[in-house]
């Protein structure tokens, strides 16, 4: 699977957008990007994901570039509920979708 | 739609002896995986069973066994448990073992003395 490299954290205003980087230089053209979220205290949730084409979703909307090489998540308007952990994952097609979790973007939404 | 739901939530336990923790999927859903976070990391892969069978194991050593019953539900049983073993112990479902999104419970945190 590919590796994903996210910066440890970041942080935003209330209300504004929050876009999360990762980038994914060694994806196969099989792979999808998925993203999940960690809010503390709690199992990991998923949030969107995508192949090649952009992707919206009620939750946010996921970047992909033309090369596949990096990917962005949009939060559009985040509120104090969204800070969590953030991780971008490759994952190929497939049998067996085991997800291979990195130590994330941490997000903090400042009021 | 009911989501994934772990028990018990929290469980203290001392070197040697074996647990066992229960997992209820998601409605509809046949895939099973655990996964264990220490504290600080990410989660880490340990196997997944689908329609009752393991289908693909992390770097965890054979003491960590689980089961899948015909209602999909699973446990994850560890014998023999290690200081080290003490983390959240997560389990996801999903339809299928094909991207599907997974979706996770809260865990149980398990503490070893």
């Known amino acids: 699977d590919a590796k994903t490299t996210q910066p440890p954290s970041m942080d935003c205003a209330e209300g504004r957008a929050a876009n999360l980087p990762c980038n994914h230089s060694t994806i196969s053209g099989n792979e999808y990007v998925y993203w999940y979220r960690q809010i503390h205290s709690q199992g990991p949730q998923y949030i969107i994901h995508g192949l090649k084409n952009n992707e919206t979703n009620e939750m946010a909307s996921l970047i992909i570039t033309e090369d596949r090489k990096s990917s962005t998540l949009i939060l559009p308007h985040a509120t104090l509920r969204d800070t969590a952990v953030y991780y971008c994952?490759?994952?190929?097609?497939?049998?067996?979708?085991?997800?291979?979790f990195g130590k994330g973007i941490t997000l903090s939404v400042r009021p | 739609e009911t989501g994934v739901t772990q028990s018990p939530t929290h469980l203290i336990k001392t070197r040697g002896q074996q647990v066992t923790l229960r997992c209820s999927s998601q409605?509809?859903?046949?895939?099973v995986s655990w996964y264990q976070q220490a504290l600080g990391q990410g989660p880490q892969f340990i196997f997944q069973?689908?329609?009752?069978?393991?289908?693909g194991r992390g770097n965890f050593p054979p003491r960590f066994s689980g089961l899948q019953f015909p209602n999909y539900s699973s446990e994850l049983n560890v014998n023999a448990l290690e200081l080290d073993d003490s983390a959240l112990y997560l389990c996801a479902s999903s339809l299928g073992v094909s991207n599907q999104p997974q979706h996770f419970g809260d865990g149980t945190r398990l503490s070893i003395l």
């Open positions: 994952i490759a994952l190929p097609t497939g049998a067996n979708s085991k997800l291979t």
């Open positions: 409605s509809g859903h046949n895939t």
């Open positions: 069973y689908y329609r009752e069978e393991e289908n």
